[in-house]
């Protein structure tokens, strides 16, 4: 047999070994493809066994996945011939590295569940506010506490002088001495006969000054025969002898009121009170009962005191303003126990049609140097026990 016979036939053997090789390679890459698939699935089921305690429902879903995946490879595989075994193999490799990547992602904390997961517990319902490590629901904006109070400040009650008279008159045994500088015009009452009634020995001690409005106003009133009428810088106070002290609207009528308010002082012992009511310079009412003909005066007075001699003098020196008393009680170591307001936007006073609207203009047209959001103010004042009291 010459050598091209030879060598013809030997290729026609290869040629005709060549497909089943190739066969076999497939078949041992599929086989390959195979263990690797069952050795990753291994793996996932692990890793998916590890965070089932953590997440439960997410190792489900992916066991829920991989068998539905398995199921799929094995009757696509039972339904192809053996030459389709590799292209068989990839998809279910692929669907199987998803559902890998899935439960590994799971366990670690990562992945889609993972991430919608943490979105949920990041992004709360709008109902829910996150406090510290857990939810609840959310607070509404009114229940919040406010960080300051910026509304007006109320009215006060009419009882704010005695229920002071009263609490000092529960603490003390004995006589309690009570002075009345322009009983005239003091028409807060201090709940005297009330405090009588139970027992309670008080002796009251009535002045006031020598113009002829007060003269007038005294004589109409029997229950003021007892008043002392004259100079208040020369009435006679001995020092420490009254408990509490009654200054009703008395300082803006009458002239050298720091030297008479300081002869009321020297008059208190210590621990007693200093009542003042007077109307405030600053104010527009103040500033338009300086103003204002005597004619309108008048109306206003008999608004609000029909029947009683005025309306006295208008003086308003600088004492008899909310900033004259702060700078007398810090030079006299006075403490101010309590602050009230009246008329004005604060309301409790009466006054002619008009009146308020008036302060109200004065106020604006002032740019904020007068105000109408009072006329008159209470004052509470108490003089220490020792002189040192305020520091320490």
């Excluded at 009215?155 to 309690?176: K, N, S």
Aim: glycine share 10%.
């Amino acid at each position: 047999m010459s050598v091209g016979r030879l060598a013809g036939a030997g290729t026609e053997a290869a040629r005709g070994n060549g497909p089943q090789r190739a066969r076999a390679k497939r078949a041992a890459a599929g086989r390959t493809i195979a263990e690797r698939t069952k050795a990753e699935r291994a793996r996932a089921e692990g890793a998916a066994a590890e965070g089932a305690i953590a997440e439960p429902t997410t190792a489900e879903s992916a066991t829920t996945e991989r068998t539905t995946a398995k199921s799929a490879t094995t009757e696509r595989t039972a339904a192809e011939p053996a030459t389709t075994e590799h292209t068989t193999a990839e998809p279910a490799t692929a669907e199987d590295a998803r559902a890998q990547s899935a439960a590994a992602g799971a366990a670690r904390g990562r992945g889609p569940v993972a991430d919608a997961s943490a979105r949920r517990k990041a992004d709360p319902p709008s109902n829910m506010v996150i406090v510290g490590g857990s939810t609840g629901p959310a607070v509404p904006a009114t229940a919040a506490t406010p960080a300051a109070d910026s509304r007006p400040v109320a009215a006060p009650d009419a009882g704010l002088f005695a229920r002071y008279t009263r609490d000092y008159v529960a603490g003390r045994d004995g006589q309690v001495m009570i002075l009345e500088a322009g009983c005239t015009t003091a028409d807060d009452d201090l709940g005297v006969g009330g405090l009588r009634e139970t027992g309670a020995d008080i002796v009251v001690s009535l002045i006031d000054d020598d113009q002829p409005v007060t003269s007038a106003a005294l004589g109409m009133d029997g229950s003021l025969a007892d008043c002392v009428q004259g100079d208040l810088r020369r009435v006679p106070l001995p020092p420490r002898s009254q408990d509490i002290v009654l200054c009703s609207l008395l300082l803006q009528r009458i002239h050298n009121a720091e030297l008479v308010l300081d002869r009321l002082v020297a008059a208190i012992r210590p621990g007693g009170l200093l009542l003042l009511h007077f109307g405030d310079r600053d104010s527009a009412a103040g500033f338009l009962d300086r103003v204002l003909p005597s004619a309108a005066r008048r109306a206003v007075w008999r608004q609000r005191r029909p029947d009683q001699p005025g309306p006295y003098p208008a003086v308003y020196e600088r004492l008899s303003s909310a900033r004259g008393i702060q700078a007398y009680a810090l030079m006299r170591e006075l403490v101010i126990a309590e602050r009230r307001a009246l008329g004005g936007l604060a309301g409790t006073l009466t006054g002619p049609p008009g009146f308020l609207a008036a302060q109200k203009l004065i106020a604006w047209l002032s740019r904020g140097r007068l105000t109408a959001a009072h006329e008159e103010l209470l004052y509470v004042l108490r003089k220490p026990e020792d002189r040192f009291a305020r520091i320490l």
